[in-house]
């Protein structure tokens, strides 16, 4: 026994010795293959992962909220329709429908997930009577409706560097019609292989024997989303056996389901320009203009068959050939009783229906975006910005934003052609805001405004002339015990000697000097001698105090210039100075977003509604009297020679030597614009701000119906008449007598002496020389 | 439409003084508690005639344009009804959503006090009180003549500056709702 035993025990270490060497040598290659194989399993994982949410961020602009009331043409609603690729039909019926009778416009509103609650579609007729909403109604029960929220439009997004676009969608959204058509055509075997069919390839080739053409490839939808994740399309063998393997490990660490989900969001189906279109999501938009759920059986057709070769079966280059293809995978649909024959023939016989493409760069609002950006940027990191599909919510008003750009290149054309230059050599920059809620509506870099170069509104930093005045003017009126609107400031020749001997003698733009003049009226016309006195009794402290108050963030030198605005600040800078003003003293920092959501639809941060009490409230809305004279009597009356004059404005021209710059900064009740045209060079433009700027501002206003009040009351308000030579109070007997406000208590107490005149009038002009003898 | 929009206001904003001061109670939690102390006099745009308007100036100048005075005007139905949906949204304790309802209602009604009076209330359960202090500031600068809605801001602005541990100025912002009050 013992013998035996041991012989076996010889016999099996013999064994042993000889499995182990074979084992050592099949060590080295299985170990590396092992780590191959790992190493392919990481990178699949990794990619399939990685890829299913790398989602460049969406940029929205304000939803559209409709209500009776609302100022809208019937034209602006259609635009904005327009804009969010509604289907102009004869009779609504589909979501994302639209019909229009004239001023009625019937439509289909999308779902769409809002900040704040999730709206769903809404069946709605719009009626409108002179230039507003007059009436809202459900399109099916006629019931009256107060209140109807758009989607957004989409102005933008933000891509990583490779420039890969999608629209994500999730499975259960995708219409199965779409699915059933992709696995028919692309990979039948879908539902049963484990990533790999070798099979598949042979009833390929026979299937595309039988139908004379190419309609089935041979590899799985496994294999052709691995295909997906190099970024090269190289054609190797080691290259199709790691595709083969990647398969394989994809299949066996993910299901079905998912893997489809990927694949529908990955395929390449498309090229716009630049901008790879990835995924049926975005290719239904890229090709329709409207969402995956909203197409027909055919234009599913059509989107199958470009998996094969989007470039050879473009649509829009080819369209004969992307036809044929479409057909082709009708008729397999067809033949697999996706569709029934009658389907089928009826589907063939349809149009393909691809919208016309558009050069609609990648994002449509450089300027706007450039802004959204710069302030995303403070609280996101840019690879978050470009690949966690956040969407981003903007205050950006597409109708303002429209009318912005096409005024700005418009009037400078003219204006080059009035002033003898030659084409181009003007530039321009606008913001426009909602005065209370501070919300940046259109901004406006330069005057080509797809060109995303030099932000002019936010980084050219010009003099601005007088559009700083009235900054010294709200610094005296904050002391309403030494200054009211109708104190006489004298606008008499001034020199001042600084310091360091410097020299400064500052004149009127018209070259003249007008004694003594009510403090409105110093503003309203401008007058530089009367201003720079005000400056220096009041201090420059003071007023670089009051612009700091009023938004002015970066340090401005007290230099006595900078009455007279011989400081330079960009247009969205002057943008903010004139949003407190005219929101009645509150500043709020101009916003351009509202929230961020992440891609699941969670709030990541909202950019609320702030208010500072920054100026008083009584002080500012002397400032804006008395800017209200300067665009009905001042230097900005030109605005209504083409505005009707029950529209309310309150405006300051500006300026600068030389007549290089050219600004105007404006509000009405509801809508704050600063304009500045100059030349790129410096050189003069030959315009003032009342022959330059303001025309740009006029025409954006022109369309525009406001009805809300341009001011407030404030209680501590009175108005008295005011005699406007001597600054007293008018009686009967006062011609030109002017309704002044006055913080009460501060109104001036003697009668100017017209008051006690009710006979014939002496002549103002000798009474006033009589004053001064 | 008036009479029946005017109740529906009235209720409306009852309802949210009822609701929105229940959790200013107790600023640093989202979580509205029913109001257990008495109920306050319900805040209306009671409306107050505009100032005595001058005659009209002399042609040659321009006429000024008086202020609009906050006299009992319609309210707009969407501005209704978004009050109706920030009152639910506050109820059902999420502030934020009621927050920027209440943004909307401002977007369509940029100088209803009342509107603004309610992002102060909404700022200040949500623990905001310097931002509620503002807010309620605004809201006065809209309301002139409309002594209640007054005294209910600087309430709020007392209530905000002692959140804040600002005892005397929530004091003197105290002394003002009497002085509105006695009005």
């Known amino acids: 026994m013992a013998r035996r035993r041991k012989r076996r025990r010889k016999t099996s270490r013999n064994k042993k010795t000889r499995r182990s060497l074979w084992l050592k040598l099949l060590l080295v290659p299985g170990l590396v293959l092992a780590a191959y194989l790992v190493y392919l399993d990481i990178q699949v994982r990794h990619q399939f992962d990685g890829k299913r949410w790398s989602l460049p961020a969406r940029v929205y602009a304000r939803p559209l909220e409709i209500y009776v009331g609302l100022p809208l043409t019937a034209d602006q609603l259609a635009a904005e329709l327009s804009a969010l690729h509604y289907r102009p039909v004869r009779a609504a019926r589909q979501v994302g429908d639209v019909s229009r009778n004239r001023n009625v416009l019937h439509f289909i509103t999308r779902p769409f997930v809002h900040l704040d609650s999730t709206d769903p579609s809404r069946n709605i007729r719009v009626s409108i009577a002179d230039g507003a909403v007059s009436r809202i109604t459900d399109g099916v029960s006629g019931k009256a409706i107060s209140l109807v929220r758009l989607d957004p439009v989409m102005v933008g997004s933000f891509y990583p560097s490779h420039n890969e676009d999608r629209v994500l969608v999730k499975l259960e959204e995708v219409p199965p019609a779409l699915i059933n058509a992709l696995i028919a055509v692309e990979d039948r075997g879908f539902y049963s292989h484990r990533g790999v069919a070798p099979l598949a390839i042979l009833r390929a080739l026979w299937a595309n024997v039988r139908a004379r053409g190419v309609v089935q490839g041979g590899s799985t939808l496994t294999q052709q989303l691995v295909k997906n994740f190099y970024l090269t399309s190289e054609r190797t063998l080691t290259r199709k056996l790691n595709e083969a393997i990647m398969a394989l490990l994809l299949e066996w660490h993910y299901d079905k389901d998912e893997i489809l989900e990927a694949y529908l969001n990955e395929v390449y189906l498309g090229q716009d320009g630049s901008r790879a279109v990835h995924g049926f999501g975005l290719a239904s938009h890229f090709y329709f203009e409207r969402p995956l759920a909203e197409l027909s059986d055919e234009q599913f057709a059509l989107l199958v068959g470009l998996v094969k070769g989007p470039s050879y079966y473009n649509p829009r280059r080819h369209p004969q050939r992307a036809r044929q293809r479409r057909d082709l995978v009708i008729n397999v649909m067809a033949e697999l009783e996706l569709l029934d024959p009658e389907q089928a023939t009826q589907a063939k016989s349809r149009e393909p229906g691809v919208s016309r493409y558009q050069e609609k760069a990648i994002n449509t609002f450089p300027a706007f975006l450039d802004m959204v950006r710069r302030q995303l940027r403070r609280d996101y990191r840019e690879e978050d910005l470009t690949s966690e599909g956040l969407r981003i919510f903007t205050t950006l008003d597409p109708q303002s934003q429209w009318q912005l750009e096409k005024v700005l290149d418009a009037r400078l054309a003219r204006l080059e052609k009035w002033q003898g230059l030659p084409g181009d050599t003007l530039e321009g920059a606008a913001v426009v805001t909602s005065i209370q809620g501070g919300e940046v509506l259109a901004v406006a870099g330069g005057r080509k405004p797809r060109f995303a170069g030099f932000n002019r509104a936010l980084d050219a930093q010009r003099p601005v002339g007088s559009v700083i005045k009235p900054a010294v003017y709200l610094t005296a009126l904050e002391q309403p015990e030494r200054y009211t609107l109708a104190t006489l400031l004298d606008d008499t020749a001034l020199t001042y000697t600084a310091p360091n001997g410097d020299v400064w003698a500052p004149q009127n733009y018209d070259r003249e000097f007008h004694d003594q003049t009510p403090l409105y009226n110093a503003l309203a016309h401008s007058y530089n001698v009367a201003t720079a006195r005000l400056g220096l009794a009041v201090g420059l402290r003071q007023v670089t105090g009051t612009l700091k108050r009023l938004g002015i963030e970066q340090d401005l030198p007290p230099y006595p210039s900078l009455a007279l605005g011989a400081v330079e600040l960009s247009p969205l800078e002057v943008t903010q100075m004139y949003q407190t003003l005219a929101s009645g003293g509150f500043r709020t920092p101009l916003r351009a977003i509202r929230a961020v959501l992440a891609a699941d639809g969670k709030p990541l941060q909202r950019y609320p509604l702030q208010v500072k009490a920054s100026v008083q409230p009584a002080a500012a809305f002397l400032v804006t009297t008395a800017l209200r004279y300067a665009v009905r009597q001042g230097t900005g009356r030109a605005l209504y020679q083409a505005l009707p004059a029950t529209l309310d404005i309150a405006g300051k021209t500006g300026t600068t030597d030389e007549l290089r710059d050219s600004w105007f900064a404006g509000y009405t009740g509801d809508r704050l614009a600063v304009v500045w045209v100059g030349r790129d060079d410096n050189q003069p433009t030959g315009l003032t701000g009342s022959t330059g700027a303001l025309l740009v501002w006029r025409d954006l206003f022109a369309q525009l119906s406001d009805p809300a009040p341009l001011q407030s009351l404030v209680e501590e308000i009175e108005y008295q008449r005011i005699d406007p030579l001597s600054g007293q109070l008018a009686g009967e007997g006062c011609q030109d007598a002017v309704e002044l406000p006055f913080i009460q208590g501060t109104a001036p107490q003697e009668s100017a002496p017209c008051a006690y005149d009710a006979g014939p009038l002496q002549h103002p002009v000798d009474w006033f020389k009589e004053l001064f003898q | ?183």
């Open chain 2, 1 to 183: 439409m008036s009479s029946v929009s005017v109740s529906r206001i009235a209720g409306t904003v009852l309802a949210l003084t009822i609701v929105i001061p229940g959790c200013s109670m107790a600023p640093y939690t989202q979580t509205p508690r029913p109001a257990t102390r008495p109920l306050p006099p319900p805040v209306v745009d009671r409306g107050v005639t505009s100032p005595e308007r001058p005659a009209m100036p002399a042609p040659v100048v321009p006429a000024p344009v008086y202020p609009a005075a906050p006299v009992q005007r319609e309210q707009p139905p969407a501005v209704v009804a978004l009050l109706d949906t920030a009152e639910v949204q506050a109820n059902s304790g999420d502030l934020d959503a009621a927050a920027v309802t209440l943004e909307r209602a401002i977007r369509i009604d940029s100088r209803n006090p009342i509107l603004w009076h309610h992002l102060a209330q909404v700022r200040l359960a949500e623990g905001e009180s310097v931002q509620a202090e503002q807010l309620a500031t605004k809201s006065n600068s809209l309301a002139a003549g409309n002594y209640a809605l007054q005294a209910r801001n600087w309430q709020l602005i007392a209530e905000a500056r002692r959140n804040r541990g600002d005892e005397d100025g929530a004091r003197s912002a105290e002394r003002q709702v009497r002085n509105l009050k006695s009005h």
